[in-house]
């Protein structure tokens, strides 16, 4: 309600733009929308003061608010008006590719459940999971057609999927966002790898 | 009777012959070039329509009557059309449409006068006034369209105040980055007769204008319409105005939580755009004008001086009648350029038919063949309209045979 009438900076032709349309009108906002091609003009018109407010993903809007001369100046609203789920994309047709992306993720989630991390991988040795994602005593390299270190190369690489997250954008990093629904199912998020085997 | 019996003579030739006749020869290439093209065009459609259907992509125009489901900068299109997000997609089109031709109107008006004013000072022979215009001509021209739209939208945003510290004349016209408000007029009942008066005072000071013009035929004697003409076009309605209680309510805009609310906003957009278009236009025109004044003879100017005509009369009543004859069809064609170059406005949000139709109907629905199409129908449609316009021209401005 707060936001009625203000000036709102959308990219043209994306999910936002509708999202933000249905939002507005089932809650009785009226809003003047400032349509641009790419959300690099969205921020300069943000910056300009051409509007008030900037909208898109939230994760879209971290990255464009940790690129201002001064994060501090601007907020991220804490209501989310949609469902944005981001994640990897495939070509379709190619499943070879796809289970190889898809199980790249499930390994990177049951790592940081399992407690396994990039620096612990060569010496945890607690239970089966944890065997099968250092790559000892694994069948899932066969059917991947990967070379049998796959998951211990990941981890020992770019870590589990709380190292990765907390490393690129976590609340550290110059985006800051926080784990949200990114948290394991564990901890009260959404993340939810089946078993690794 | 050559053409017709152009073959009739082969039917005696030898094969031999036949192929190295000319006549055959050339009509040959031409049928085979004909074929070629044909037999390409039908290859691409043939693939697109496979590919189309091997992507499952459902082509048609349904989607024109799908809700849009998302807002356009509200601009001159939105309010006429009286679109929101339950519009349909085909209204969206239309508030592109207007939006279009919005900008190409006032583009073009402007770029006229303006050309007009600076191809006529780049030949005074006032020293600074010629090279100013000289270097007005030579700095706009060379510069990249879009890179001065992109310029003139960045002075707008940048340079101007926030809505909250507008510049305000009097309260009655505000200037901020979000645009220029004005009041918007809402005519009251009786406003028509204003109309009528106007429409009556514009007629009347035509009639007065020829009635001098022919006692100035007859009998040489001059006078000067302007006194009159202003009483009759500006005077006349606005006493009727007055009688009638000033039938006209004025919206002014007033400040809200975020934007000036109310009045006619003009938004940076549509102001950034045209004025670019104008200024970069303008140039174009101004060289097509002084290419026509130059093409008017020398003597034509000495005969007009050796009559005691002054240099403005001279340059009204000999020089530019002639010049324009010569200046116009180039002039038509910035004028189709300029409306072409409006689907520029994509780069700064100006919702017309490239950036809000060709633009965000086609990431929404992706339905690309098609509104690609309709968009190029339309701009082709606008082109023909104004080659039309300027054959009719040429035909009734070329010199009459004596």
């Known amino acids: 309600m707060e936001m009625s009438g203000a000036s709102v900076c959308i990219q043209a032709g994306t999910t936002t733009e509708l999202n933000l349309a249905d939002w507005a009108g089932a809650n009785g906002i009226s809003y003047d929308s400032v349509v641009v091609e790419t959300s690099a003009q969205s921020l300069d ?64 989630i049951q790592a940081e459940e399992s407690g396994v991390t990039s620096e612990n991988i060569d010496t945890v040795t607690t239970n089966p999971t944890v065997e099968r994602l250092a790559g000892r005593a694994s069948q899932t390299h066969e059917y991947l057609h990967l070379s049998p270190s796959w998951s211990y190369d990941i981890i020992k690489q770019v870590g589990n999927y709380g190292e990765s997250f907390e490393r690129n954008i976590g609340v550290n990093t110059p985006i800051g966002l926080s784990r949200g629904p990114n948290q394991l199912w564990t901890k009260g998020g959404i993340l939810y790898a089946p078993a690794f085997r | 009777m050559k053409s017709i019996n152009k073959f ?24 085979a070039t004909v074929v070629i093209i044909f037999s390409l065009f039908y290859v691409m459609i043939q693939n697109l329509n496979e590919n189309i259907e091997a992507r499952g992509i459902v082509s048609g125009f349904t989607f024109l009557e799908g809700r849009s489901g998302f807002d356009i900068l509200p601009f001159l299109g939105s309010y006429i059309v009286k679109f929101s997000p339950n519009s349909t997609n085909l209204e969206v089109f239309y508030v592109a449409i207007i939006n279009t031709f919005v900008c190409a109107g006032v583009g073009i008006i402007l770029s006229t006068i303006l050309g007009l004013l600076i191809g006529i000072a780049r030949l005074s022979s006032n020293y600074l006034i010629s090279r100013l215009s000289n270097a007005y001509i030579e700095l706009f021209r060379n510069i990249p369209i879009l890179l001065q739209i992109l310029f003139w939208y960045n002075i707008f945003l940048n340079a101007l105040p926030h809505p909250k510290k507008s510049i305000s004349f009097l309260d009655f016209i505000f200037i901020n980055n979000r645009g220029f408000y ?39 004697q001059q006078t000067n319409t302007i006194g009159y003409s202003l009483a009759l076009i500006l005077l006349f309605p606005i006493v009727v105005f007055l009688l009638l209680g000033s039938p006209l309510q004025l919206d002014y805009a007033i400040l809200g939580k975020f934007n000036l609310k109310g009045g ?10 045209t004025l670019a278009l104008s200024v970069y236009t303008a140039t174009y025109i101004a060289e097509a004008i002084r290419s026509g004044i130059e093409a008017v003879d020398k003597g ?8 005691g005509l002054t240099p403005i009369q001279s340059l009204k009543l000999v020089v530019l009648p002639q010049a324009l004859r010569v200046a116009i069809p180039p002039t038509i064609n910035q004028y189709l350029n300029l409306t072409k170059n409006s689907s520029l406005a994509a780069a700064i949000g100006y919702p017309e038919l490239m950036s809000a139709f060709g633009g965000t109907v086609l990431n929404q629905v992706g339905q ?6 309709m968009v190029m129908v339309v701009y082709l449609v606008i082109s ?10 040429n035909k009734k401005m070329a010199i009459q045979g004596r």
């Open chain 2, 368 to 373: 690309a063949i098609e509104i690609l199409t």
């Open chain 2, 182 to 220: 004005l009041p918007n007029p809402i005519p009251q009942d009786g406003f028509l007769w204003v109309f009528i008066a106007f429409i009556i005072g514009v007629g009347s000071a035509i009639y007065l204008k020829r009635h001098f013009k022919r006692k100035q035929d007859e009998t040489g």
């Open chain 2, 264 to 273: 006619l906003a003009i938004v940076p957009e549509f102001v950034a755009l």
């Open chain 2, 8 to 31: 009739s003579n082969l039917k005696n030739l030898t094969f031999k012959e036949l192929i190295y006749n000319n006549e055959v020869r050339a009509l040959f290439i031409q049928v």
């Open chain 2, 300 to 307: 034509q100017k000495e005969a007009a001086a050796a009559i």
């Open chain 1, 45 to 108: 018109g943000f910056l300009a003061g051409r509007c008030d407010v900037l909208t898109s993903d939230v994760s879209q809007l971290a990255s464009l608010r940790a690129a201002m001369d001064d994060p501090d100046a601007a907020v991220i609203l804490g209501n989310v008006i949609s469902k944005e789920p981001l994640g990897p994309v495939v070509r379709q047709g190619d499943d070879e590719w796809f289970n190889i992306v898809k199980w790249t993720l499930i390994a990177m």
């Open chain 2, 384 to 393: 023909l309209a104004i080659s039309v316009l300027l054959n009719y021209v």
